[in-house]
């Protein structure tokens, strides 16, 4: 018997299509089209702010919609990009197919796709956040001949009114079950979803956060994706937060991936997972241990560390969650299993045993080589990150590291295997990073040329996002809030849906 593989694949338009979405062609999209009555077409993409603009188009015929996909349509460019001037602002904006999926919201039949900017001479923008991603993606496949996968660990608060039964303890809600944890079904809703549109995911729980303020209870819960090409990885999570935004507002309350709302309480981060993969294995990996490819893209990680934060920590409120003693780090350094570093080595299944035939004696033994799940973990990320250039700089701090000549000495000089903040001599031999809006740009424009390496991205969105992050002046943020104590307060206000 013949299996077909694609019927309960959770991706609407690969189970009907019965291929995988990298496949998809215009004809395909057509074909769905008119088989699902398909009345719009929305198009999205990311702008400076990080968040999904909307475009939306009610299908005339079927030579409208075939146009449509391959043409594309016009945008301003200058209301979606400070560093593009209003006097050469106009854009193209085509649809990726791969990325295409049914609007789950939508009372008419729309189907949703992400795009990509092109310029008036019919080439990529080369400062479009989605194809910079692409650029760096395709510098390391040409340099190392391995590709590069990741996935987010997706973390948000949902704002509801408060319920007085089953009450979680406070700080305390990692991996809670229903009813201590309020917004269950939330999650998972959200999830079916999210894997409706494409998303690839690997779990959900409740996250450590939740507290009561006010007549408001604040839950906080976590999306984990699995391991993807790194510009599926970003197009899923884009998806994600799109999703998770709207299913709030249809059930009425709030949700914010901001990395701080209050003092005291657990901020959300978006830990990026990295691997590289070659020949279908992860190529960070030998024998159950990580390798030396492995140390180098860490390396590069921690070389580059301060000036990431100017792409994944973008806001001022960014930098109270980025403290010491703490779970998010604030030292460049790695460790395995350690939570208290910036790159971590999680468990990754790298023992011998048979685990579940310890527990299930019943079971015959399996020689099975998990290693291939053994991921390389960021941890300084948070949701007001624009989640193309994050992984863009993720992915050319990556080959950064494959280049470097003393990539194995950095790794070597920065490993811990103590919590830091237990060894006050380890805590202060350790550079830290930028503690600030206003340090992250100065991070930046100290190695801003690094950026520039194999055109991967542009001196003038570089230029653009040192300027913005230095117009926050917010170099003494920390020591201003110790004596203006609502000042905390209203800087969560002005970026609560931050990203």
Not at 285 to 311: E, H, M, Q, R, W
């Amino acid at each position: 018997m013949i299996l077909n593989n694609y019927k309960l694949r959770p991706n609407i338009l690969v189970s009907y299509l019965e291929k995988e979405a990298k496949d998809f062609t215009k004809q395909d999209l057509i074909t769905f089209a008119i088989d699902h009555h398909i009345k719009m077409v929305n198009f999205h993409y990311v702008a400076e702010d990080g968040r999904l603009k909307t475009l939306n188009f009610v299908i005339n015929s079927q030579e409208h919609l075939s146009e449509l996909l391959s043409a594309g349509e016009r945008v301003d460019g200058s209301s979606l990009f400070s560093h593009i001037q209003a006097g050469e602002s106009d854009l193209y904006v085509i649809p990726r197919y791969r990325t295409a999926f049914l609007n789950p919201f939508s009372e008419i039949p729309s189907l949703d796709i992400l795009c990509t900017f092109f310029t008036k001479d019919g080439v990529p923008l080369e400062s479009g956040p989605d194809y910079i991603l692409h650029k760096a993606n395709k510098a390391l496949k040409e340099n190392t001949a391995m590709d590069f996968h990741a996935m987010g660990e997706l973390e948000y608060y949902i704002i509801s009114e408060k319920e007085d039964l089953f009450p979680a303890y406070d700080q305390k809600g990692y991996q809670e079950s229903a009813p201590f944890n309020k917004q269950e079904d939330f999650r998972v809703e959200a999830m079916n979803l999210i894997a409706q549109c494409g998303g690839n995911i690997k779990y959900g729980h409740s996250e450590v956060g939740n507290f009561i303020l006010g007549d408001y209870n604040y839950e906080q819960n976590e999306i984990e994706f699995l391991p993807s090409p790194v510009e599926e990885a970003a197009d899923q999570l884009v998806i994600a937060k799109w999703i998770l935004r709207q299913l709030a507002f249809q059930y009425g309350m709030s949700i914010t991936f901001a990395p701080k709302i209050t003092e005291g309480k657990a901020g959300s981060g978006l830990h990026i997972h990295t691997r590289l993969v070659k020949d279908g294995k992860n190529a960070m990996v030998d024998n159950g241990k990580i390798n030396d490819t492995a140390k180098k893209v860490i390396a590069g990680y921690l070389d580059l560390a301060p000036s990431l934060t100017a792409f994944g920590n973008t806001n001022p409120t960014s930098y109270f969650r980025l403290v010491p003693h703490q779970e998010a780090p604030t030292n460049i350094c790695w460790g395995d299993r350690n939570r208290s570093t910036l790159v971590r080595v999680p468990l990754g299944w790298t023992g011998t045993s048979d685990m579940a035939k310890l527990i299930n004696p019943l079971e015959e033994k399996q020689e099975v080589d998990f290693s291939f799940k053994q991921t390389v973990e960021y941890r300084a990320a948070d949701g007001s990150a624009n989640i193309y250039l994050l992984l863009a700089g993720l992915t050319a701090s990556a080959l950064h590291g494959l280049e470097m000549n003393d990539a194995l000495k950095i790794a070597e000089k920065t490993y811990v295997d103590i919590n830091i903040f237990d060894d006050e001599k380890v805590e202060k031999s350790l550079t830290t990073l930028p503690d600030s809006c206003v340090a992250s740009s100065m991070a930046l424009s100290k190695q801003k040329a690094l950026f520039l390496n194999h055109a991967i991205f542009t001196e003038d969105l570089l230029d653009q996002i040192i300027q913005s992050l230095a117009e926050f002046k917010d170099e003494n943020i920390r020591e201003e809030v110790k004596t203006d104590k609502e000042k905390l307060s209203r800087l969560v206000k002005d970026f609560l849906y931050c990203g």
